[in-house]
């Protein structure tokens, strides 16, 4: 399997996370692809965006929930970076509307769940794909394993990775068993053999986050597909190892 670089968040080691200028430095950066995290707004906009609340990445307070896309649009989301111009949070229809215009770069959505309503947020995202879905090849993932299989159900013909902090008891199993085909695994858990397993199962193991130099080199030349806040970084290193 080829050894993918996804820019985590964008290149959020750099640029504040989870906006268009990350993703466009990880575009700039070579990266393969981009993962982000998708949240609803109060009237059920997908959202891009980490946490909860507001409160850490913009100048805000309060939770996503709370507030409506509108209202959301007045936040400064790159307010802690103040060499850097002000952006919005963006929506998930227009991260998909961008990538559009780079379709060989892949898409990692991770829906965070948070206590919602999941056919709320399968309903939501579903309804964004259908109108805003380019070529570029997606694969959706999250915590919460029971929004994916309902994910799966609506869209039997998307990507789905099992997200998880911990390993997996027989993996291959539980990973088809969802109707997956990939398995985004914390970074300490993962091993050379580890790898070597899971692929030869046929499923695809993407590991987060990867930051460090060494851990990067060993990763990548184990070929595992990565997670970085350093998409350049990491796409250096990947060259020297001539993979
Ligand atoms: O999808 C991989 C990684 O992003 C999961 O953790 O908390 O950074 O969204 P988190
Ligand atoms: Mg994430």
Same mark, same amino acid.
């Given at each position: 399997m080829t050894t993918m670089i996804y820019a985590h968040r964008g290149a959020s080691g750099t640029y504040p996370e989870n906006t268009m200028s990350a993703f466009q430095a990880a575009v700039l950066a070579s990266a393969d692809g981009i993962e982000f995290d998708i949240q609803l707004t109060k009237d059920g906009v997908p959202v891009v965006i980490h %946490?909860? =609340?507001? %409160?850490? =990445? =913009?100048d805000g307070r309060g939770a996503i929930s709370d507030y409506t896309a509108a209202e959301l649009a007045r936040f400064n989301a790159a307010a802690r970076y103040p060499h850097l111009a002000p952006e919005r949070i963006p929506t998930l229809a227009e991260v998909l509307a961008w990538a559009d215009t780079y379709p060989a770069l892949l898409l990692n959505l991770e829906l965070k769940a948070y206590g919602e309503d999941r056919s709320r947020v399968v309903a939501a995202v579903s309804q964004v794909l259908q109108e805003t879905k380019g070529s570029n090849e997606i694969v959706v993932s999250s915590f919460d394993h029971i929004v994916l299989a309902h994910m799966k159900e609506a869209h039997p013909e998307l990507e789905i990775a099992v997200l998880t902090m911990g390993p997996l008891f027989q993996p291959e199993k539980y990973i088809e068993n969802l109707g997956a085909t990939g398995y985004h695994l914390?970074?300490?858990?993962?091993t050379e053999p580890v790898i070597q397993d899971v692929q030869s199962a046929g499923v695809a193991l993407r590991s987060f986050t990867v930051n460090d130099e060494r851990q990067l080199r060993d990763f990548l030349s184990w070929g595992c597909t990565i997670f970085t806040d350093f998409p350049e970084r990491a796409v250096k290193i990947r060259s020297e190892l001539r993979l």
């Open positions: %946490d909860e =609340t507001i %409160d850490r =990445t =913009t914390w970074s300490p858990f993962v």
